[in-house]
C-alpha cells in the first residue's frame, strides 16, 4: 500500500516567519513530488515539484527531497495570512500504465497577523 | 484557459446515476478524475489518455469514465450511495521533464447523495 504522510495540524505560524512543512513517503519508486496548496471550498493549485535530491527554490517557497530518507519539505519564507490554506504532498510513480497522483492529507497552515 | 468541470454542484438521490463533465486544458491528452472527502482525502479514480483508460485506482464498478477524440472526459456513478458525496475533481496533465508529468486540477463538481 503506497502512502504518504502529512502531520495534519493546524501549523500555526506569525506573519513574516518561515512556514515547514514536512511529507512522508513509503514507496521507494516514487519518482516525482508535488506541493498543492488548497483554500477552503477550492480545488488544489499546484505550488511546486521536485524530482531530484536536494532544493528547489521558487519565489518564497522551497521544496526539499531526499530520497534516502523518503521525506519531502516546503518552506514557506516570509509568511503572509494569503498563505492560510491547507497544504498537499502528492507522489507518483510514473510507470507505463500512466501516472496516479497519490496525496497526503494535507497540513492546514494558519497564518497570523 | 484552464480546466473546466460541469455542473458545478449536483444533488441526487439513493439509486441514482450521474454523469460528471471535465474539459482539459488545450493541447493536454490526459485527463485524471479523483474524489475528495473530509475523511479520505484525495484519492485518485482513473485516467484516460488518448481515449483509453491507462491507470484505474481502488474504486467499485460504479465508478466509470470516458475520454473522447477532443480529449473531454466524463465520469459516471451508478446506483449512487451516501457514500458517494465528495468533491469531484478532474486533472489535466502535461509532461514537463523526461519522467514527470504535472497536473492541474479544474474547480471540481460538489456531488451531494442524499
Known amino acids: 500500500q503506497k502512502e504518504v504522510e502529512q502531520n495534519s495540524g493546524p501549523l500555526s505560524v506569525p506573519e513574516g516567519a518561515i512556514a515547514s512543512l514536512n511529507c512522508t513517503y513509503s514507496?521507494?519508486?516514487?519518482?516525482?513530488f508535488f506541493w498543492y496548496r488548497q483554500y477552503s471550498g477550492k480545488s488544489p493549485e499546484l505550488i511546486m515539484f521536485i524530482y531530484s535530491n536536494g532544493d528547489k527554490e521558487d519565489g518564497r517557497f522551497t521544496a526539499q527531497l531526499n530520497k534516502a530518507s523518503q521525506y519531502v519539505s516546503l518552506l514557506i519564507r516570509d509568511s503572509q495570512p494569503s498563505d492560510s490554506a491547507t497544504y498537499l504532498c502528492?507522489?507518483?510513480?510514473?510507470?507505463?500504465?500512466?501516472?496516479?497522483?497519490?496525496f497526503g492529507k494535507g497540513t492546514t497552515l494558519s497564518v497570523s497577523s | 484557459t484552464g480546466v473546466t468541470q460541469s455542473p458545478t454542484h449536483l444533488i441526487k438521490t439513493r439509486g441514482q446515476q450521474v454523469t460528471l463533465s471535465c474539459s482539459p486544458i488545450s493541447g493536454h491528452r490526459s485527463v485524471s478524475w479523483y474524489q475528495q472527502t473530509p475523511g479520505q482525502g484525495l484519492q485518485f479514480l482513473f485516467e484516460y489518455f488518448s481515449e483509453t483508460q491507462r491507470n484505474k485506482g481502488n474504486f467499485p464498478g460504479r465508478f466509470s469514465g470516458r475520454q473522447f477524440s477532443n480529449s473531454r472526459s466524463e465520469m459516471n456513478v451508478s446506483t449512487l450511495e451516501l457514500g458517494d458525496s465528495a468533491l469531484y475533481l478532474c486533472?489535466?496533465?502535461?509532461?514537463?521533464?523526461?519522467?514527470?508529468?504535472?497536473?492541474?486540477f479544474g474547480p471540481g463538481t460538489r456531488l451531494t447523495v442524499l
Open positions: 486533472a489535466s496533465t502535461t509532461r514537463v521533464a523526461s519522467f514527470t508529468d504535472t497536473q492541474y
Open positions: 514507496d521507494r519508486g516514487s519518482q516525482s
Open positions: 502528492a507522489v507518483t510513480h510514473n510507470n507505463q500504465a500512466g501516472t496516479a497522483l497519490i
